[in-house]
Structures are given as structure tokens and as C-alpha cells.
């Protein structure tokens, strides 16, 4: 156990640095990094569906964005909880919004794809700019981003949005989701890459010219993961993608209970897995045996007075709950929630598990709608 106990510690060691690197690497913009040297006419596309709640909020701070030249496109995906009488409220007082009825989904469709070609199809807009309904936006922005394209000759690019409020299960489940990506993915490797992708669907902004040229949302109709699936084909079709992340320039709450973070990162728990099922199984035996041996092993140490074992399984819960205070420090959470990282992997890894089977088997749940093969 003491061979186990050391390799484990060792690897714990080795995702703590790498999270630590990916952290220091992650590039930022701010409302003091929105300089705009020219400004592109923008259309903002919202596909919004049962979004009443937080609707009015999220369309006021588009309407005041600090941008010379935008609009609004709203495109209400068959609510019935009133967001399409809130926005059409709203779009009767400024003419920067206007507001569109989504057509019953097609076959071959997954909802927010066919809301977005749908508000793409009225567009005037020389850049896109795909949002959520559940985004805040600060009125800088489109500004930040957009002199962010246009100074380092982007074609797309995406914002990580900050959290605005964590509720219970995110502020389990959170943490070990950053610890997933800080250990399996380099941000600043993956935008220098030719064909891997990391982004956010809450924020992309995309020349117009070349979504079009790789058939935009048409190209990804069935795809679930549709903006991981937009960014790989413009990214295959040679031009530039680049994907940063704030602290203030996006806000979003994306889930409101453990069963809403559950379906929304089993929506792409498998897809991160490359659609593996071996990288799945051995992610989810590889998470099963870190954090449940150095438990048990503090456990039988300290009941057998075996003080290497103690040792060694105490220090790798110390990495644990230092690589929980890094997340607790990038989400704005208490540090106390670092000791419950170790739970949080075991969620997540179940989460990928589920992911898996229900990919496999062919159902998947999203936004109130089932989806096959």
C-alpha cells in the first residue's frame, strides 16, 4: 500500500503543479483592456427557451453594451414560461432588439443550434456574436472582445464567463470540473493548436465571412456540444480562434440545483473524453483510486498506528485541499469548500460516467428536451 500511497502522492503533486501553470497561463480581459481601434457592425443572437426569470436582466445589459454599431436578435425556442412577451416588451421600446418565434425543431436538429441559424438568417451583422440568455454582460464587453479580434487578427473568439452566484452543488462540483480542465488541458497549448478547441458557448464572437464559408450551424445540426463543434471546424478551415476568460466582463449562472450542473456538464463530460470509452473508464478508475485511497489509507494508518501510511495519505490530502484553494480563490467561493474537493471529484467523475452510458445508449437530456442517435 505504501508503493500505491507514493505513486498517488506523486501524481497529486504533479496535477497541483499543472493546475498552478495552467492558471498563471490563462489570458484575461477586462473592462481596462477594452481599447477599440475600429467597430464593426455586430449582430447578437440569443437563443432563449424558459428563460422568463432572468430574461429582461440579461437583454438590458445587451442594450446597453458601449458599442457604436449592434443588434440584438432574440429567438425564442418554444418558451412557455412568458420570455417571449418579456422581450417583446422590451423590443417595442428599443429598436436595437427585435425578437423572433423559433420554428418547431426539425429532425436531425439540437435546439440551440437550429434558435441560433435561425437568428443568424436575419442578421445584418459583418461579426456574430452567439450569447446565453443567462448572461450578464458588462457594457464593455463587445468592446474588450471585439479589439481583442481585430488587434490580434482574430476570426473567433470565445470568453469564459465568471460565475455570478454558486449555489451548493456548484460550489461542490465546480472545483473539481477546474481541476479537470487545469489537468487535462493547456488553454494557451489549445489556442495555438491547429484543430483543438476549448471554449465557452456563452461568449463567441465570430466573423461573419467565415462562419458562413464553413456552413455554420448547418454543419453541426445533431452536434450537442455545438460550440466545441463550431470552433473545430473553423479552426480546421485555417482560420484563427482564440479563447479567453474574465472576471467581469460576463457574468452567468448557468444551473440553479445539483440536477441542473448534473445534465449540464453531462452534456459534455463524454465529449471531453474525445468520445472515448476507454479514456472514460480509466478517467473514472484513475479518480476512484486517488481520492479514495489516501482516505482510506489515513483511516487504517491512523488505526494501526502505521505512520508512513498516515504520512503519505496525508499529504496527498493536502495537495487536494491546496489545489481546492486555487478553486475556491477562481470561483469567489469560501476556502472551507476545499475540503470537499475530494467529493466533488467523485461527483464528477460519476457525472463523465453518466455522460458515457447515456451517449452510449443514445439519450440525452437538455434543456427540456430529449435527443437520440
Not at 437550429?114 to 461579426?127: D, F, I, M, N, P
Not at 460550440?227 to 482560420?239: C, E, M, P, T, V
Not at 502505521?306 to 475556491?328: D, N, Q, R
Request: proline share 3%; with cysteine; glycine share 8%.
Amino acid at each position: 500500500m505504501i508503493w500505491l500511497l507514493a505513486v498517488i502522492g506523486v501524481a497529486w503533486i504533479f496535477i497541483l503543479i499543472h493546475n498552478i501553470v495552467f492558471s498563471l497561463r490563462l489570458e484575461w480581459l477586462t473592462e481596462s483592456t477594452a481599447q477599440l481601434k475600429s467597430a464593426p457592425s455586430v449582430s447578437i443572437v440569443v437563443p432563449a427557451r424558459n428563460e422568463a426569470d432572468i430574461i429582461e436582466r440579461s437583454l438590458s445589459s445587451l442594450l446597453h453594451l458601449d458599442y457604436p454599431d449592434f443588434e440584438v436578435i432574440l429567438v425564442d425556442d418554444q418558451s412557455v414560461d412568458g420570455t417571449a412577451e418579456i422581450a417583446a416588451t422590451m423590443a417595442a421600446t428599443d429598436s436595437k432588439l427585435s425578437v423572433i418565434t423559433g420554428d418547431e425543431l426539425p429532425s436531425g436538429w439540437v435546439g440551440k443550434s437550429w434558435a441560433l441559424h435561425q437568428g443568424v438568417s436575419r442578421a445584418r451583422g459583418e461579426w456574430l456574436l452567439f450569447t446565453d440568455a443567462d448572461c450578464i454582460h458588462h457594457p464593455q464587453s463587445l468592446r474588450a472582445a471585439m479589439g481583442f479580434a481585430c488587434d490580434r487578427q482574430k476570426d473567433f473568439v470565445s470568453m469564459i464567463p465568471a460565475l455570478e452566484r454558486v449555489n451548493f452543488a456548484e460550489k461542490l462540483v465546480r472545483p473539481a470540473f477546474i481541476t479537470f480542465l487545469g489537468t487535462f488541458f493547456s488553454l494557451a497549448r489549445i489556442n495555438r493548436h491547429p484543430r483543438r478547441a476549448l471554449v465557452a458557448g456563452a461568449f463567441i464572437l465570430v466573423k461573419r465571412s467565415v462562419y458562413e464559408a464553413v456552413g455554420g450551424h448547418t454543419s453541426i445540426a445533431a452536434s450537442i456540444v455545438d460550440d466545441l463543434s463550431l470552433a473545430h471546424l473553423i479552426k480546421a478551415s485555417g482560420a484563427s480562434a482564440w479563447t479567453v476568460v474574465t472576471r467581469d466582463l460576463v457574468l452567468t449562472r448557468q444551473y440553479h440545483s445539483l440536477k441542473d450542473v448534473w445534465e449540464g456538464l453531462s452534456k459534455h463530460g463524454f465529449a471531453l473524453m474525445k468520445r472515448s470509452v476507454a479514456r472514460a473508464l480509466v478517467f473514472g478508475l484513475g479518480v476512484l483510486l486517488m481520492v479514495s485511497v489516501p482516505v482510506v489509507g489515513l483511516g487504517v494508518g491512523l488505526f494501526a498506528h502505521h505512520w508512513a501510511v498516515v504520512g503519505l495519505s496525508a499529504s496527498s490530502l493536502a495537495v487536494i485541499v491546496l489545489l481546492g484553494i486555487g478553486c475556491a480563490q477562481m470561483l469567489n467561493i469560501r476556502m472551507g469548500w476545499a475540503l470537499f474537493l475530494p467529493i466533488g471529484l467523485l461527483l464528477y467523475m460519476l457525472i463523465v460516467i453518466h455522460s458515457m452510458v447515456q451517449a452510449l445508449r443514445g439519450k440525452l437530456v437538455w434543456s427540456g428536451r430529449h435527443y437520440g442517435r
